[in-house]
């Protein structure tokens, strides 16, 4: 019988670390707060994200054309956003390629306590050809509880709801295939 | 019997342990290492030197195992000095991992960049290493501790060091000084903009 308790005892230690963020995932879909960005200046950007208005205006991201968005939280100065760059890039063109004949999944980067300066650098150095918007003053970053950099937040956009968060990725995603194919899951047609 | 089995999964349980540990650790983050001192006061020093006159010149060892000396860049290469309070402290676990993508920046203007701490050599190595490879020399000032700090004025009272950029010309002579508030990363943009204006 002491046996049988200490295993039990054992067991379940080993795999409560695996418990916890199960139940925290248990917290999604939760509402996406509403952010506003400026129609940027880029012509393909603003195809890209469905935008009519004169650039320079202001937008609401749940305007933003797609079924589900993700938003990049990354920091020019951050060593794993850098590293995290090209797998990001991937992720993007898998993107385009599955929203051809599946729903419509786009990405969007914000700069945080970043200048409009440095995130250009950034989008420069990785060749990043999806809109990224500066977070200078950290204001969407904290409306988004973000924690840390990077940090991948997908959202449902179209469900006929109001837009919410259906995932959360702290730091970098080890497959950018496992990374779409999670969030078309969580963020498609419920 | 039942001795056995119990040790056995024991064995188990300690193998698992060691595995998960270690993933855990391959995906530990510069982050979660950071000593975050809280809010500190903006400036704790005063400047030593001043724009126009000669960098007081010094020789520390680097991190990549070599002695580097300012002035003997004089006559070839203009030098930004970048002094951080700390390892292992918020701002600057990102200030030079931001400089390292922005090397380009340095080279179009015949500048090169020296990275200061008052951080002994073993820390720094350990710092560095979790920032990446950089590609400009990091260099300790720890023993006599500060002193090339205290020289231009930028020892904080505590021992750090200010969040200080020096921007010396290849003459050696001083052409422009950023002492940040220690808490806030000054931006690249006025990096790049003061070292286009150097001569």
Known sequence: MKYIVLYLVLVVSLFLPFFVPAAEKAAMPMPLPELVLEVPENPRHKEYLGLTGKTGTDFSIRDIDADILVIELFSMYCPYCQKEAPAVNELFAKMREISKNGPVVKIIGLGVANSQFEVDHFRDTYEIAFPLFADEDKTMFRALAGEGTPTFIGCRLKDGERPVIVLRQNGGFASSATFLHELIDKGGPQ | ?199
């Open chain 2, 1 to 199: 019997m039942r001795q056995k089995i119990f040790l056995a999964v024991i064995g188990i349980f300690l193998d698992l342990a060691v595995v998960v540990g270690n993933g855990l650790a391959a995906n530990d983050t510069l982050h979660d290492s950071i000593y975050n001192p809280g809010h500190l006061k903006p400036v704790d020093s005063s400047l030593n030197v001043a724009v126009g006159e000669p960098a007081p010149d010094f020789s520390l060892p680097s991190v990549a195992g070599r002695e580097v000396t300012l002035s003997q860049y004089r006559g070839k290469k203009k030098v930004v000095l970048s002094f951080v309070p700390a390892a292992w402290t918020p701002v600057c676990s990102d200030q030079w991992p931001g400089y390292n993508i922005s090397r380009k920046y340095f080279e179009e203007h015949n500048a090169i960049l020296l990275g200061i701490t008052v951080d002994n050599i073993p820390t720094l190595h350990a710092w560095v290493r979790q920032m990446g490879s950089l590609w400009f020399d990091v260099l300790s000032d720890f023993w006599p501790h500060g002193r090339v700090a205290d020289a231009y004025g930028v020892l904080r009272s505590d021992g750090t060091a200010e969040r200080a950029l020096f921007f010396i010309d290849t003459e050696g002579v001083i052409r422009d000084i950023v002492v940040s508030d220690i808490n806030v990363r000054p931006p690249l943009e006025e990096v790049v903009a003061k070292l286009a204006a150097m001569p």
